[in-house]
């Protein structure tokens, strides 16, 4: 299985790496800058960049161990994956340690993860496997079949954790995928009447089973001038933030929104804000197009696989990356609610970086193995 | 694979979505970092900006021989930010800063603004508690211990009604632009000496420009304008008389003013009783307000010029001078005092019932002889002593600029016809001619026409600052002859045997001056009240030295009895003190080099 094969190597996805490196190598500065203490002695200085490069070191070697082996692998083990996966999420549920009025970590001895950044992928690939299983465009009842077996438990439990943003992330990419695929015309007519008319409904439940720091955060997008020192304020920080970056940026360890903590966050869900402070419009461009590179690879991946289950889990990974890249930005230039969810390979955090390392390492995996040579 | 044609198409759609997103975002990024940029730069610059107005010294007030009267102390008080604040600490913190939890809760509820302006729990910590609280900082997040200078008072109510105080910007005058560089929160002067000269005793706030955290922690000092200094005072007060002055009331209710004979300056004000303005310089506790303004005593009246009192015989210095200058009288004129004189139905008493048989015009003042006033007063008339007493500035406001004063009253016939619409009687200018009746004065009315006698007939405007170019108000067209028989007289009243004032006789010191023992006329009317508030109001008028006057002053003390035993005693206690060489003063008020 972990053979090195001359012409695996020979076709590695070295631009995708090389982006995501770039990307990551990005962030780390700009978690430097964002955590440093203007004013504080050398010796208290905040070591946040130093487990991130650590972090990295270690997803770097995830991300090879994932191209490794065939991914056709991912679709035998996916329901046992998925089991442990659902299981996992019960465990943080009914023990997990709270963070911010959320239990989303689970403590093992010095360590302690989320067992959600991994649920996200195994869903994935259990959508996948599922799906290129069924050969025909999807109806009424392949459809809710798909949602009741795979989406609905790990979205409960996601909910009630709260994880408000995965389960939002999980949502949408069963959504795109499940387009991708292809649903009966009906059906979507069906959906779409559905949602209208029980959207007061289900808006009604799904409010009053928020928790207030995530009502708050929906009425801070909805006009976030209500209230500039409370719940707007995230946003409008982030909107000072990046506007005075203007053009050229404040400059490299120049910005002083993240680091002055009048951005909250800084480092983790706003890290984007803070590198545009110091990077101006220039640094911004230049740091979207290597995520839109990033994506268009990401598809062309999926175009290219050579069967339905790569081209699906691709296309998941794909969607992914897509949906937290754009509710990301989106949130920190204030076109999105407040939904906490950390950009992918910018943001401080140990097991996103190596679940979004995994991720990319099974991408790769299937662009590698895109001749059915190999097969 | 089927599908695989149509699968193309739909990731082709897909990108194309995917890059409509991008340019959703690339605009958005357009508005915000180049539309609205310079807007949002400035947002981001006044985000870690403060000016903060750093509060000058205040200037210092020194009394007439360089005395310091004020000292700048700084203090420690205790305040939280309410953002980092742990609802969890309050107990301890309360224990801390002992205060009840209760208090504590009830400031930290009026948080109002911003989570992170800092909010002040308690002033004047004790250096045990700072150092206690520095020790156990960890325990009390959020919790910060600032300096600030309040304002100590050195002699206490020494001279408080002069002095003044310092409070709280009050809201209408935050509005007012005269107090557009004072910190919010500063102390300015509101009232006496404090208040009138605030502005050059406060001095020009600096600036401080520093770069802030979210949480208002200084980062670093960007750039800093100093505050200057406020202009020191030189009081012509003479602290050493003002103490003696104010021991010597012996907390008996009443007045003092003492003035230098040459300017005008004040050189002593006393109102007793006083009050501690130390208990202004923290602000206040609303309770020690109320005990004070309610209090019987009123010691917030400044009696040395709001209170009028009939002067009693020190006014026969008027009616003599009226006497002698319009002729009616000479200085070898003689009146036999039988203890009384009978006009009509009335009889109007001298106050030493068995008379003082055949006096003149010195040995009447000497004795404060009743009779003989009766008459010079009918022989010039009263309108022609109500001429002299307001040539002397009886009846009309000094000019003191420190406090409303009130102006006294000296009666004429033309004044009787407009307000009681009768005519004038005999028997009021017999009264009225010993200082009864309607003629009524304040402390400072007497020692400013006490002044104007001892220094030949000018009468200054009081002046509060030492060095001020005296300000002649008028003058006292009286002849050298008349002031120098007055003179002579008064000297007379203290130093020859038979002087109503001989209390006032010092060792050191040759001092003139009169008596007077004021009727409290009107309080009779109301029986409930208790003796001592029947009792006479004393009053002593004095100059010193007599050959070469330099001070001149008057004393009242309400309800004291006689001037000669109540008042003579305190002028020469103040009179005594004034003279004092300056470096025995400095010793004598324990002032450190």
């Given at each position: 299985m972990f053979r090195i094969d001359r012409r695996l190597i020979q076709n590695f996805d070295?631009?995708?790496?090389?982006?995501?490196?770039?990307?990551?190598?990005?962030?780390?500065?700009t978690i430097f800058s964002a955590t440093r203490q203007p004013g504080a002695a050398e010796a208290v200085q905040a070591s946040f960049y130093v487990k991130q490069i650590a972090w990295l070191a270690i997803s770097i070697l995830a991300l090879i161990l994932f191209v490794g082996f065939d991914y056709i692998w991912l679709g035998r083990i996916a329901i046992p994956l998925y089991i442990t996966g659902l299981i996992l999420l019960f465990i943080v549920l009914i023990a997990g340690r709270t963070g911010m009025g959320a239990q989303r970590w689970i403590n093992l001895g010095p360590l302690s993860f989320q067992p959600s950044e991994f649920f996200k992928l195994i869903f994935i690939i259990m959508l996948a496997n599922y799906y290129s299983l069924a050969k025909e465009s999807l109806?009424?009842?392949?459809?809710?079949r798909v949602f009741f077996y795979i989406v609905f438990i790990p979205f409960v439990l996601l909910f009630k954790q709260p994880d408000l943003g995965t389960a939002i992330v999980v949502l949408l990419i069963f959504i795109s995928v499940s387009l991708v695929k292809g649903l009966q015309k009906k059906v979507i007519a069906m959906i779409v009447v559905i949602g209208i008319i029980s959207l007061p409904f289900l808006g009604n439940i799904m409010w009053t089973g928020l928790?207030?720091?995530?009502?708050?955060?929906?009425?801070?997008?909805?006009?976030?001038?209500?209230?500039?020192?409370?719940?707007g304020y995230h946003i409008n920080q982030s909107k000072i933030a990046i506007g005075s970056g203007e053009f050229l940026g404040k400059g490299y360890l120049e910005g002083t929104q993240g680091p002055f903590r009048f951005l909250p966050e800084k480092h983790t869900d706003f890290v984007f804000a803070v590198f545009a402070e110091e990077w101006g419009f220039v640094g911004s461009v230049f740091l979207l197009s290597l995520y839109l590179l990033l994506i268009m690879r990401g598809l062309d991946t999926a175009s290219k696989a050579k069967d339905d289950f790569g081209r699906l889990l691709a296309l998941g990974i794909t969607f992914m990356f897509c949906i937290y890249f754009f509710v990301n930005v989106g949130m920190t230039l204030g076109i999105m609610p407040v939904v906490g969810i950390p950009l992918p390979f910018m943001s401080y955090g140990g097991t996103a970086l190596l679940s979004n390392y995994i991720s990319l390492g099974i991408l790769i995996n299937i662009r590698t193995r895109r001749f059915s040579l190999f097969y | 694979m089927q599908n695989e044609q149509q699968d193309t198409r739909k990731i082709a759609v897909v990108s194309v979505l995917i890059l409509l997103g991008f340019l959703i975002i690339l605009l958005r990024l357009w508005q915000l970092q180049i539309l609205e940029g310079d807007e949002l730069r400035k947002i981001s610059e006044s985000n870690r900006l403060r000016v903060i107005k750093v509060p000058a010294p205040r200037g210092i007030i020194f009394d007439r021989n360089g005395i310091p009267l004020v000292k700048n102390t700084p203090y420690f008080c205790a305040s939280v930010i309410p953002e980092e604040f742990d609802a969890a600490s309050i107990p301890s913190l309360a224990r801390v800063l002992h205060m009840t939890e209760d208090e504590l809760r009830e400031k930290l509820d009026r948080t109002a603004q911003s989570p992170f302006t800092p909010v002040k729990l308690k002033e004047d910590l004790s250096f045990e508690d700072v150092s206690y609280i520095e020790a156990r900082r960890s325990d009390f997040p959020g919790l910060i211990v600032e300096i600030e200078v309040g304002r100590e008072?050195?002699?206490?109510?020494?001279?408080?009604?002069?002095?003044?105080?310092?409070?709280?910007?009050?809201?209408?005058?935050?509005?007012?632009?005269?107090?557009?560089?004072?910190?919010?929160?500063?102390?300015?002067?509101?009232?006496g000496v404090e208040k009138f000269f605030d502005k050059?005793?406060?001095?020009?706030?600096?600036?401080?420009?520093?770069?802030?955290?979210?949480?208002?922690?200084?980062?670093?000092?960007?750039?800093?304008?100093?505050?200057?200094?406020?202009?020191?005072?030189?009081?012509?007060l003479d602290i050493a008389l003002q103490k003696a002055a104010e021991d010597a009331f012996e907390g008996k209710a009443g007045a003092l003013v003492a003035l230098k004979a040459d300017t005008g300056e004040i050189l002593g004000l006393v109102s007793e009783p006083s009050f501690d303005p130390n208990r202004f310089a923290k602000g206040i506790r609303s309770e020690d307000w109320r005990a004070l303004t309610t209090d019987k005593k009123v010691p917030m009246l400044n009696r040395a010029i709001q209170s009028q009192y009939p002067p009693g015989s020190t006014f026969k210095i008027i009616t003599a001078i009226a006497a002698l200058e319009e002729g009616a009288m000479d200085t070898t004129a003689k009146v036999d005092c039988r203890g009384g004189i009978n006009y009509g139905r009335w009889r109007f008493g001298c106050w030493k019932k068995t008379g003082h048989n055949v006096v003149s015009l010195h040995r009447a003042l000497v004795e404060s002889c009743d009779v003989y006033?009766?008459?010079?007063?009918?022989?010039?008339?009263?309108?022609?002593?109500?001429?002299?007493?307001?040539?002397?500035?009886?009846?009309?406001?000094?000019?003191?600029?420190?406090?409303?004063?009130?102006?006294?009253?000296?009666?004429?016939?033309?004044?009787?016809?407009?307000?009681?619409?009768?005519?004038?009687?005999?028997?009021?200018?017999?009264?009225?001619?010993?200082?009864?009746?309607?003629?009524?004065?304040?402390?400072?009315?007497m020692a400013v026409m006490m002044n104007a006698v001892s220094n030949g007939g000018n009468i200054y405007k009081p002046s509060i600052l030492k060095g001020a170019e005296p300000v002649v108000v008028k003058k006292a067209l009286v002849s050298p002859g008349t002031m120098e028989a007055v003179r002579s007289a008064l000297q007379g009243?203290?130093?020859?045997?038979?002087?109503?004032?001989?209390?006032?006789?010092?060792?050191?010191?040759?001092?003139?001056?009169?008596?007077?023992?004021?009727?409290?006329?009107?309080?009779?009317?109301?029986?409930?009240?208790?003796?001592?508030?029947?009792?006479?109001?004393?009053?002593?008028?004095?100059?010193?030295?007599?050959?070469?006057?330099?001070?001149?002053?008057?004393?009242?003390?309400?309800?004291?009895?006689?001037?000669?035993?109540?008042?003579?005693p305190i002028a020469k206690k103040a009179i005594e003190a004034y003279m004092l060489p300056a470096e025995q003063k400095k010793e004598l008020m324990h002032v450190q080099n």
């Open positions: 070295w631009l995708t790496l090389s982006i995501v490196i770039l990307i990551s190598v990005i962030g780390i500065l109806g009424v009842r392949g459809l809710l928790k207030d720091y995530q009502k708050n955060r929906l009425i801070a997008f909805i006009d976030p001038e209500v209230d500039p020192s409370g719940i | 008072y050195l002699y206490g109510g020494i001279g408080a009604h002069v002095i003044g105080y310092l409070g709280k910007l009050t809201p209408s005058q935050s509005k007012d632009p005269e107090f557009n560089d004072v910190p919010l929160n500063a102390f300015i002067g509101q009232w050059s005793l406060r001095g020009t706030a600096g600036q401080r420009i520093i770069e802030v955290d979210a949480i208002g922690r200084e980062i670093r000092l960007l750039k800093e304008k100093p505050p200057v200094k406020g202009a020191d005072l030189n009081l012509s006033f009766y008459e010079a007063g009918k022989r010039v008339g009263f309108d022609k002593v109500y001429d002299y007493a307001t040539m002397f500035g009886l009846g009309e406001e000094t000019g003191f600029p420190i406090g409303r004063e009130r102006k006294g009253l000296i009666p004429n016939s033309k004044w009787k016809q407009e307000t009681r619409k009768t005519a004038w009687y005999l028997g009021e200018t017999f009264i009225n001619s010993i200082g009864q009746g309607y003629v009524a004065a304040t402390p400072i009315q009243v203290v130093s020859e045997s038979g002087g109503t004032g001989y209390a006032a006789k010092s060792s050191t010191v040759s001092i003139g001056g009169k008596t007077g023992t004021a009727q409290v006329v009107g309080i009779r009317k109301d029986s409930k009240d208790l003796a001592e508030h029947l009792r006479d109001h004393a009053w002593f008028v004095a100059f010193a030295p007599v050959e070469k006057p330099e001070i001149a002053m008057s004393v009242l003390v309400e309800h004291g009895g006689h001037g000669g035993t109540a008042a003579a």
